[in-house]
């Protein structure tokens, strides 16, 4: 049973952190690519950054505050959130590419609101 599971969202005032993590289970192909995107309400998923194995690449809007790690072995990934802005509130996804088919996989999503 394929399994995408995040954790760590929450509420938190500007200029506050939050760590998210995502474990992968369950996923016979060899996972390639883990990530993340969020959904603000009434706008489109969006990338937040994303790695296939090396440095990672970031959206614009997180650099310098948003930083990815990955764990291979664990099929992990954690989004550490510093400095956080009321516009990065939207609900979080945890996204894992991997070599075959369905060759993407999503996580159920964790809500981050950050107040002003």
């Known amino acids: 049973q394929v399994q995408v599971v995040e954790s760590g969202g929450g509420l938190v005032q500007a200029g506050g952190s939050l760590r998210l993590s995502c474990a992968a289970s369950?996923?016979?192909?060899?996972?390639?690519?883990m990530g993340w995107y969020r959904q603000a309400p009434g706008k489109q998923r969006e990338l937040v950054g994303i790695t296939s194995g090396g440095k990672p690449n970031y959206a614009d809007s997180v650099k310098g505050r948003f930083t990815i790690s990955r764990d291979n072995a664990k099929n992990t990934v954690l989004l550490q959130m510093n400095s956080l802005k009321p516009e990065d509130t939207a609900v979080y996804y945890c996204?894992?590419?991997?070599?075959?088919?369905?060759?993407?996989?999503w996580g159920q999503g964790t809500q981050v609101t950050v107040s002003s």
């Open positions: 996204h894992v590419g991997t070599i075959m088919s369905p060759y993407v996989y």
């Open positions: 369950g996923i016979i192909s060899r996972i390639n690519i």
